[in-house]
């Protein structure tokens, strides 16, 4: 593995340096540089520090992994891949996302999931270990998000207007979710186990990563979101 030191380096740079190097890469003392990772296919970068906004922007396939925070746009647009963060993360994380997988370790800020899309087989999935902002699963159209609401510091699990606009995928929130005002156009129902093992191999995967357990995540109440397809707010949206 080649190790980078990212002290006094721009964005640019950064870039240009991480397209020309064969392998994997370690990135040292990073401090927010943008845009680290963007379209890369399969290889595995580790960043030790605080990658900048478009960490992993149209993600084709690389795996990257943050021990530290990060900013704004994680994984914006991506396809395929992951993005594992060791800590919490900025406002709009996998706008639009594709394909692959984003999993927190803490909190996520604002619009986490806006616009993320499914298609065949390629269904994207977002895993929040704290809480997230408002506008959560905004415009959802296709995939999973999942918010497990263990750092919420007495907050509720999810701030205001969560799935707003909604027409398709998932949204798993480990809480009963009974201060929780959702919108008139999803169903917000207490999850069963047939609701639960559908996500059971993601929560493994992502215990195994950050050592937790997921039976004990999955002993807890979990609050299944979905559109309503009987709403006709869903044709605004979703082509006949």
């Not at 593995?1 to 964005?11: E, L, N, S, W, Y």
């Not at 950064?14 to 890469?25: F, K």
């Not at 370790?105 to 899309?117: L, S, T, V």
């Not at 215990?207 to 299944?224: E, M, N, W, Y």
Request: charged share 20%; proline share 5%; glycine share 14%.
């Amino acid at each position: 593995m080649r190790k980078i030191d990212t002290v006094g380096m721009d964005f640019e740079a950064l870039n240009a340096l991480l397209r020309t190097t064969q392998g994997d890469t370690e990135l040292e003392n990073c401090l927010g540089q943008r845009f680290i990772g963007a379209g890369m296919g399969p290889r595995r970068i580790t960043i030790r520090g605080v990658p900048g906004n478009a960490l992993g922007a149209y993600l084709n396939g690389a795996s990257i992994e943050v021990f530290g925070n990060a900013q704004d746009a994680v994984g914006d647009t991506m396809n395929a891949g992951s993005i594992i963060v060791h800590g919490s993360i900025g406002d709009t994380a996998g706008y639009a996302m594709r394909g692959g997988k984003i999993y927190v370790e803490g909190n996520a800020g604002y619009r986490a999931g806006i616009h993320m899309k499914a298609y065949r087989e390629h269904v994207p999935v977002i895993v929040i270990g704290g809480r997230a902002g408002s506008f959560l699963g905004e415009y959802q159209a296709g995939g999973v998000i999942i918010v497990l609401g263990r750092h919420t510091d007495g907050r509720p699990i999810v701030s205001n207007f969560p799935c707003t606009g909604m027409h398709g995928g998932k949204l798993f929130l480990r809480s009963s979710c009974e201060t929780i005002r959702f919108p008139d156009q999803v169903t917000a129902r207490a999850a069963q186990p047939e609701d639960l093992e559908e996500i059971r191999g993601i929560l493994e995967e992502y215990c195994g990563i950050f050592g937790l357990d997921a039976r004990d995540l999955l002993q807890a109440p979990f609050t299944v979101v979905t559109p309503d397809s009987a709403n006709p707010y869903r044709q605004m949206y979703v082509p006949n």
